[in-house]
């Protein structure tokens, strides 16, 4: 590995990715391995088309708060389940496939995380609610203890 390290030093980046190439050619493309772009692989939802189109339509949809569970207890969401982001990826399976998930935080930024971890779990209708709780209660809508 020394060796390798050493010599990226002296050679240009197209080099290291024919190089990385010829010693491992049955693996995945090189570009692959450690270029690869994270595809946008859930849907962004506003609180109030959250609202409309799931909350007050009655859906059947989960609704997953990733907040730590002391936030979690100071006020969520009508309905929701609380994982926190840590736990997300070991608990995938307690969420069901067949319904749409919603995934809400403090402010829409651990939730994007936790989206793209359950969508490349399986799940396919996966909706990060921009702006999180705190969007939430700025719209002056309630929040359950």
Not at 21 to 38: A, D
Not at 80 to 98: K, S, V
Not at 114 to 133: E, F, P, Q, W
Request: glycine fraction near 6%.
């Amino acid at each position: 590995m020394y060796r390798i390290s050493r010599c990226v030093l002296f050679i240009g980046l197209d080099l290291i990715t024919l190089y990385l190439r010829l010693i491992n050619p049955c693996r995945e493309s090189t570009e692959t391995m450690f270029f690869r772009k994270s595809a946008k692989s859930y849907h962004s939802l506003t609180v109030t088309d959250y609202k409309a189109n799931f909350h007050d339509a009655k859906s059947d949809y989960v609704l997953v708060d990733v907040r730590t569970p002391n936030e979690f207890k100071g006020g969520h969401l009508p309905g929701a389940i609380n994982i926190p982001l840590q736990q997300i990826a070991q608990r995938t399976d307690e969420i069901a496939l067949d319904k749409p998930v919603v995934v809400v935080c403090a402010s829409g930024n651990r939730s994007k995380s936790a989206s793209n971890i359950l969508a490349r779990a399986g799940h396919k209708d996966v909706y990060n609610l921009s702006g999180g709780t705190m969007a939430w209660i700025r719209q002056g809508f309630p929040t359950r203890r």
